[in-house]
């Protein structure tokens, strides 16, 4: 190998014994002489317009000119320091900007201070696919609008820079961020506050200066990075260098123990593209622990080989220096197979298919297979290995669960090594947040979500030949499960994936890519039979609502906050016949009771299956699986319950599907309805928080409703039970919405329900032959029905006006509104109800011949005490005990006609603050008091008949 460097005698600093001109003079140019090597390496990669564009890119941030790539009229800084463009690359430009000369700018304030590129670039690590990561280093007094303008000229370089093929990454980076004065936060490529010190290794062993200043660490001496500021000092006091002219990031001198678990966190987290690089950068920060405290660090190592008296250009490559360094480790500790796994990620890192022959001989495959060599390595593995793309599912899935074992062993070593130093981690709580949110969708496996075969593997499954077969459990006979296969069952295979049903096991294959050729699919269920058909139909429509391929959230912004579902895919009845006992006979029900879920005569409800496919913004997707009865009803149930659990109001799109024999269309219209029924009336952004939904499923009516962060589901079998617990008190304003409830004796309540409001009273008068019945609703949303004489029903009216003048008396100091009292007269024509609401002359009661007020307390023995005034008579419970209805009745009759006795009203109620606070929530509302006079009225009435 050739050396590019002359050798030195002296360690420490080179020449001399201490700082000097000469040291500097002599350091800076053994790393430039590096640095030039590498990009040379690099730019022989590219095609000639390729590195046209690559060597204007410091151009492009060093001027500020109408007419250049990026150029924005925003006040954006530019002008890069110490950087003195040459003349190629200023002909180079004007041939961008057409006949306009770009004038540079010598009395403008350089405020960007270099351009580095930072990674695998110029090494034997970079492939062609692989990206430019450049940091662009600025001064520290930016504004957050200039910082902004200067992001902003970034990306449009970013998409100038595509148009040549070259993808090209720009970090916005200020040195004070190694000193802890700058905190920035996980974005895209961006590792935010998960390590510092550690990233700052990996700059130092594989930075390039493209333009500006030279990093202050190459001048320090290895010997003298434990006194780093203190030599950076001394250099400045003896004005062997001058402030602006290099970038000082600081030292390496130690590793903080709490940047390891946040290092692992990080590299487990880039696993999910990139495992093979991942591994490796693992396991380099496993060896780092295993020295801890006192490490040799790989970007020392190379500062050595920099300072020594030899070099080889191939031998200090970055990853190069990173496989010997863990293979050196790997060998010492005997552990051979994971040896063979870092082998193999660096092959893969690597990209060289070193089994098929190349006329063009690069200085990459030439060093590489120099290295592979000496793993003895045979043709068959190395052409095993470069025909990836043709791997067999078996073999994706036994890559991925090596590489998920290294990535899991290697987390866990490192997080045991953070506590048994009792180092706290140095992240922020948002990335630590944010990496949680992201390593939980990518590698959190739950009962239902689709898990991904394939980590950073680019093998085409489409052409695997899957089957489905569905089981009966051994030890849960009646229930049911699907397993994937990739051969015959009778070569008695391990199943691939077990799902809880065939939906579950159609989508995992689909989104795995074990689907994408195939036309047909041999299913074997042993239920019922599936139609070619509806396999067909289904398998299209899970394609086009859940597309392949499906990547995990690429906005980062999804991973600031929690999860919430994005989109809801319903598969109904998928294998399933609800009318099979007819469909075998070839006949088909038509009826005039045609809802879905309450069908014909026998109130059958045609759901009888349904999965759920749920998608939320962080890119996870979830099957929940339900059959039965209860199917919908569960369903739905679970929805509703999700997403009262977000902390986002945000609705997802629902979309239901079904091909099944029986009334498909019908059957999916109906049950899309009832899901934006339920969603509109819960979550809305309008929508009470107390709010109630009511539908039906086969002549069984429910009640969703949410309570704290759940909803409750009630089941009621009758009519008269889903009245009864409308009626129950509600802690506050509860409106009810309904689903399609058509029933006659529900339609009224729907139509009062309907005209309903806060803080409003609405009651429907429906008449009889010789009674009224009575339909209210008070301010918190309780339903009371009633009867009440047919002439006298306007009585309640003149009741319920008594009793809020009294609550507005004592509410007004607490600043709420009046009450709306609002009558309607109900009817019935044709089957079809109606309200009509009636005006205050409508609404006016004649004057009754007793009118009685009443006042209730509890005693001390929590019985209940009775105060009521007759023709300004009182009658107590205290005085008169269990006489007390009889004396008032003694009473009415010495001065009422008998025959009228049953038009005694209570117009008046008081609840006294102490029997109000025995209340279930501690508060009055209108239905206890219709109550309550409903009983006392009761009660008088029984002394007479």
Known sequence: MSSILEPTSEQGYLETTGPSTLHIEQVTKRFLAINKARLDRLCDGFQPKQRQCFNLIPLLFHLHHEGLPGYSPRKTPFKIANYHPSETALRQLQSQIRNRTPRLNYSHRPQLTALYLMGSSGSIGHSTTSDLDIWLCHNDDLSDEETAALTEKSLRITHWAADFNLEVNFFLMDAKRFHGDVKPSITGENCGTTQNVLLLDEFYRTAQLL?????????????????????????????????????????????????????????????????????????????????????????????????????DIEEIDPYIMLYQRIERYLLARNELDRLELVRRCLYFKVAIKLSQETKTQTWRRIRFKQLVDTWQWSTGKLAYLDDKRAWGVVDVLTERKQLVIELTRGYRSLKAFTAKHNADHIMSQEDLAVLNRKLHTAFDRRTGKVDY?????????????IQLHEHQSRHQPGHYYWEVYNQPITNKPAPLKQTDSLLEALLWSHLNGLLAAHLQLPIYPLQEELSDFELRATLA???????????????????????????????????????????????????????SLDFSSKRENLVICIDLVLVNSW?????????????????????????????????????????????????ASRVKQLFNDALNALYTKNAPENAR??????????????????????????????????GLQQEQYSPVMFNQLNDGGIQIVKHLYNAHAENTISLAIEAFKNYSLIHLIDEHGSLIQFKQPYND???????????????????????????????????????????????????????????????????????????????Q???????????????????????????????????????????????????DQTKHYIEQKLKLEQKIKDYFF
Not at 453 to 465: F, M, P, R, T
Not at 556 to 564: I, S, T, V
Not at 567 to 592: E, V, W
């Open 211 to 311: 333009a500006g200043n030279i990093p202050a660490w190459w001048l320090v001496p290895k010997q003298h990075e434990a006194n780093y500021q203190d030599t950076i000092n001394e250099f400045f006091q003896q004005g062997i260098i001058e402030p602006g002219e290099y970038n000082d990031f600081g030292s390496l001198a130690s590793l903080p123990a709490g940047e390891f678990v946040g290092g692992a966190m990080w590299q487990v987290y880039k696993a999910i593209e990139s495992p093979y690089k991942s591994i490796l950068k693992l396991m380099l920060l496993e060896i780092y622990a295993a020295e801890f405290p006192t490490i040799e660090s790989v970007a020392h190592t190379l500062k050595e080989a920099i300072y020594s008296e030899q070099i």
């Open 453 to 465: 075969l394939q980590i950073g593997s680019e093998a085409d499954l489409s052409h695997e030949n």
């Open 541 to 595: 429509s899970i394609r086009q609502l859940i597309p392949y391929p499906r990547p995990l959230s690429k906005d980062q912004q999804d991973f600031d906050n929690d999860a919430y579902i994005t989109d809801i895919s319903a598969f109904i009845n998928f294998g399933r016949d609800p009318l099979q006992y007819l469909s075998n006979k070839g006949l088909n029900k038509i009826s005039a009771r045609s809802d």
């Open 619 to 667: 890119g996870e997707v979830v099957v929940e699986h339900y059959t039965g009865q209860e199917a919908l009803a569960k369903a739905l149930k679970s929805i509703t319950s999700q997403l009262k659990e977000q902390t986002t109001q945000h609705l997802p799109r629902i979309e239901t599907v079904c091909h099944n024999y029986t009334r498909p269309k019908i059957i």
């Open 693 to 726: 939904f009511v539908f039906n499923v086969s002549g069984q009516y429910r009640i969703f409703q949410p309570v704290n962060n759940s909803i409750s589901s009630i089941a009621l079998p009758s009519l008269e039970k889903l009245l009864r617990v409308l």
């Open 793 to 871: 029903a306007n009585a309640i009216i003149k009741f319920v006006q008594n009793v809020q003048k009294r609550q507005l008396m004592r509410e007004l100091g607490d600043g709420k509104a009046p009450r709306v009292i609002q009558c309607f007269r109900a009817r019935y024509e044709n089957e079809q109800a109606s309200i009509r609401q009636l005006d205050n002359q409508e609404m006016q009661s004649k004057e009754p011949i007793v009118e009685l007020r009443v006042a209730i307390d509890k005693s001390r023995n929590n019985d209940l005490e009775y105060e009521i005034i007759c023709n």
């Open 873 to 923: 008579k009182t009658f107590s419970s205290r005085q008169l005990g269990q006489d007390l209805f009889s004396s008032l009745g003694s009473y009415i009759l010495g001065f009422m006609p008998s025959g009228l006795t049953d038009s005694i009203y209570i117009s008046d109620l008081v609840m006294t603050p102490s029997f109000i606070a025995e209340l279930p929530f501690g508060h």
